[in-house]
């Protein structure tokens, strides 16, 4: 198969991040596409794209554009999702990818029928680290998993305009950061949690501005997700079982973790490196197009937006 071209709908700051740190072999960044005609040509410059459209449509009937990368606002995600694949287009789309399950299933089933790949850019499922970790679980090393603490605060500006606060485009900490703190806990839990517990407290917008959750299996196995928009909090991901834990700093791109036993030796393990982050999504999205990885790109990510659908359940009381 000839390189892959990729195409970029939507030009906010994760785009410009996207942009900067693409570094492929096997495929290429060249178009990107805005509703503003200029501002796709400052982009374009910006990152020496030779294509720039300003309309999306335009960009999905550009025949050498493959792949699709959404980085639109979060309640927009379903409708480009739907409009690249119909156009024929694979898509990694910024996380969270769907704003609930039945939109992801739409998305799944377009995606089958039109025998496309769809995944999420979720770095926690791409790092190399995370793949160690599963391989050291499976090993029998660790004994049973027991118990997850998830804990993601940011401080965002409390200005109920911005989009981390704006219920029109989908604001609330657990769209944003709260991915990362259930997909942190669900890439462990051997199978799939339900909510037992959860309370939020609202912004004065209505979106959810913090929020205490407790997940369980029918392993008992437990996970506590704790996420805020109004304080900082080490992102600290901790991970215990029978005969240790391990400890996680800055999870969402973690390239290290620590392993302590109940013995009291240590083990450092290390793999990747955070600062490419964006080039192992991109490279695994390559892989599983082009066949040489599985294409199980939605399996921990249908069962996140399942997750997060019950917790607004809960708060909402939908």
Not at 49 to 72: F, M, Q, T, W
Not at 89 to 107: D, P, W
Not at 166 to 190: C, H, K, M, Q
Request: aromatic share 10%.
């Amino acid at each position: 198969m000839t390189d892959l071209q990729w195409g970029i709908v939507g030009l906010g700051g994760i785009a410009h991040d996207f942009a900067k740190n693409f570094d492929q072999t096997t495929s290429n960044l060249t178009a990107c596409a805005s509703r503003s005609q200029q501002k796709a040509e400052d982009f374009a410059k910006l990152y020496n794209l030779p294509k720039a459209y300003g309309s999306y449509d335009e960009l999905l009937a550009d025949d050498d554009v493959s792949i699709i990368y959404i980085a639109v606002p979060n309640r927009q995600h379903h409708e480009h999702i739907m409009l690249a694949l119909q156009a024929g287009k694979h898509v990694l789309c910024e996380k969270a990818i769907t704003m609930n399950l039945s939109e992801l299933q739409e998305v799944i089933e377009l995606a089958e029928q039109k025998q496309l790949v769809v995944a999420e850019a979720m770095t926690i499922f791409n790092m190399p680290l995370y793949q160690e970790l599963h391989a050291l679980m499976d090993s029998g090393r660790l004994g049973k998993l027991k118990m997850i603490q998830a804990p993601f605060g940011s401080y965002k500006d409390p200005d109920p305009t911005n989009r981390f606060f704006n219920p029109e485009l989908a604001g609330g900490a657990l769209l944003d950061i709260g991915t990362y703190a259930v997909s942190f806990a669900r890439w462990f839990l051997s199978e799939q949690p339900e909510v037992v517990a959860s309370k939020m407290v609202p912004f004065a917008t209505g979106v959810d501005e913090q929020s205490v959750t407790i997940l369980q299996n029918q392993r008992n196995e437990l996970a506590a997700v704790s996420l805020t928009f109004q304080a900082k909090m080490p992102k600290k991901g901790i991970v215990a079982f029978e005969n240790g834990y391990l400890t996680i700093d800055d999870y969402p791109r973690a390239d290290k973790a620590e392993l302590l036993f109940n013995d009291g030796t240590k083990e450092l393990i290390e793999s990747g490196f955070t600062g490419n982050a964006m080039n192992y999504e991109i490279e695994n999205m390559v892989k599983m197009i082009k066949g040489t990885l599985p294409n199980k790109s939605l399996f921990y990510t249908k069962d996140v937006i399942e997750i997060l659908d019950q917790m607004q359940k809960i708060w909402y009381q939908q």
